[in-house]
């Protein structure tokens, strides 16, 4: 499988085209494929792969409408991601993040993924990215009551459309924006503005009539000719908004168009017909999916049972409202804990990559980590502590009476007292402990994110195991004195302090009578704390 560990194998890149050419006109293969990159990238072990992977299908999982799959792969990988060139891809996980965002009410969160998509594309001419991204943040303002930034967003939109090649596209994007402008005016009441848009619109309309019944075309026509007063023309429009809503089988993708269509009916108090698109809307979108449409129609249905006085509806209709509500109250917490365990899996992750790295790197005595790796791993560990603010033990450890054994059995003894020492400390290593030869008969010993009780624990199994290796060894009464520091980084804190700290603490069990253990939280605690 060497061949194919990276990016830029074969194999991969032909895979990585397939899902490019599948994106957008085949969901259920965009998938498959997205899936077979990913399981790939998992069974190579490459972590670039697994992170362009990861994104790859949380895209996917994004274009098939399962938003919570999304948000969990595109924090996988966007991370690691967002440090490399990769910036189509980058831009694509922050535009999405920010569109999953905003449908689970983050607002801030989403105008800061589109915000950073919007950057990262402008800086990379992504013209198309950055077109979408200004799109969905126009959108957002516009939700946000923001209708003026909403402009600015919408026309920075239609202004990367003069560096599209894709003639469809192009037309697409600016046929799209234009409409939504003219509603915006429409809101604003700027009568000359709002007809040089729909100008603008009509005349790429015209050049592409396959956009002619466009829902988003037609309600921006409805908003037009409502806003001039023209009944006629308005109720033509009316005529066909809801036609071609009612043919539509994806109100998710216009959601937007959708909820602006039930504004204007509630203006006009049109209660049947509403009740005739609340019904549509129930068919085909699922009760678990676009909670906040689900929501927003409920409220329009608490608003049009209070009107009419339709007391047992209303009472139905709140009733449902609270059950959504509490969905979307689940969701978000889903979401939380989904992202929150992909963190510890993460972390849990690199500390155990970084372990086994450091093991390549060993000690020819001993078979563990020299002391020349072990600077690194410390380097590197206070730095994921200190950013994740987890807790970093460091234990110092050596032999009592390390020279008598020497002395009395002879340095070939002594070595195969320190392998089998060093033996115990393989036995207690996992992602979260590593253990290195410090040099002679000192030995240190890393625990990351554990508490005090778990390291003690830890230290004293370390303690009785010794023991029991020396004794097989015919050695009597071989102890070892552990000195241990635990705290998360502190200001100013570096990575050689917990070093410092640690050999303070092993020369104070030393000094206080050997073969023990000690655990403080600082220095200063040896002095302070008593202890026996």
């Known amino acids: 499988m060497e061949e194919l560990r990276s990016k830029q194998s074969p194999e991969v890149v032909e895979l990585i085209k397939e899902i490019a050419k599948a994106r957008g006109v085949d969901p259920d293969k965009h998938l498959d494929l997205s899936c077979d990159l990913f399981d790939l990238a998992y069974e190579c072990g490459n972590d670039d792969l697994k992170s362009f992977a990861s994104c790859t299908l949380g895209d996917a999982c994004c274009k098939n409408g399962d938003f919570s799959q999304g948000l969990y792969y ?6 690691a991601v967002s440090k490399t060139d990769e910036y189509q891809l980058i831009c694509r996980c922050y535009n999405e993040l920010g569109i999953i965002f905003r449908s689970e009410s983050h607002f801030i969160t989403a105008e800061e993924y589109f915000i950073n998509c919007i950057e990262i594309a402008r800086a990379n001419r992504l013209y198309k990215d950055e077109a979408v991204a200004c799109s969905n943040f126009a959108s957002l303002c516009y939700e946000m009551d923001a209708a003026f930034q909403a402009l600015e967003y919408s026309y920075r939109a239609i202004e ?15 046929i799209t924006n234009y409409a939504f402008i003219v509603r915006l005016y429409t809101v604003l009441g700027e009568a000359d503005k709002a007809a040089e848009a729909f100008a603008e619109m009509e005349k790429i309309v015209k050049a592409e009539p396959d956009h002619n019944d466009n829902l988003t075309v037609l309600l921006a026509r409805l908003h037009y000719f409502r806003f001039r007063q023209d009944d006629l023309n308005t109720q033509i429009m009316k005529k ?13 993708l216009y959601y937007d168009e959708t909820k602006a269509l039930i504004s204007l009916m509630m203006e006009e108090n049109d209660y049947a017909e509403l009740d005739k698109m609340f019904t549509h809307i129930e068919t085909i979108v699922n009760k678990q999916d676009c909670v906040e449409l689900h929501l927003y129609i409920e409220n329009c249905r608490t608003v049009i049972y209070e009107t009419v006085g339709d007391d047992k509806k209303l009472m139905e209709s709140l009733k449902n409202y609270y059950l959504y509500s509490k969905q979307k109250s689940e969701d978000s917490r889903r ?40 600077n690194a791993v410390v380097d590197e560990l206070f730095e994921m502590a200190n950013k994740e603010q987890k807790h970093l033990g460091v234990e110092m450890m050596d032999v009592d009476y390390f020279k008598e054994v020497n002395d009395t059995y002879g340095h070939s003894k002594g070595d195969e007292l320190l392998v089998s020492l060093a033996n115990v400390l393989k036995n207690i290593t996992d992602n979260k402990i590593f253990v290195a030869r410090y040099g002679g008969d000192e ?5 990351y994110d554990m508490t005090d009780a778990e390291i003690i624990e830890k230290a004293e199994i370390i303690k009785a195991s ?9 050695l009597q009464d071989v102890s070892v004195s552990q000195g241990i520091v635990n705290h998360v980084p502190r200001p100013l804190n570096r990575a050689w302090d917990y070093l410092n700290a640690a050999d303070l603490t092993l020369y104070f069990v030393k000094n206080h009578g050997k073969d023990n253990v000690r655990l403080v939280h600082r220095a200063t605690d040896l002095e302070t704390q008593e202890w026996k």
């Open 74 to 79: 595109l924090s996988a990988g966007v991370q």
């Open 160 to 174: 990367c459309c003069s560096f599209i090649e894709d003639n469809d596209l192009k037309h697409t994007f600016l």
């Open 240 to 252: 066909r908004c809801l036609e071609t809503f009612y043919s539509c089988d994806d109100c998710i």
């Open 335 to 374: 979401s939380f804990l989904a992202t929150l365990r992909l963190r510890s899996e993460l972390a849990q992750e690199k500390t155990q990559n970084l372990f086994l790295l450091a093991a390549a790197e060993t000690d020819s005595l001993t078979g563990i980590a020299n002391r020349l790796k072990m």
């Open 443 to 447: 030995f240190v010993v890393f625990y």
């Open 466 to 474: 010794i023991k029991k290796a020396s004794s097989k060894l015919g």
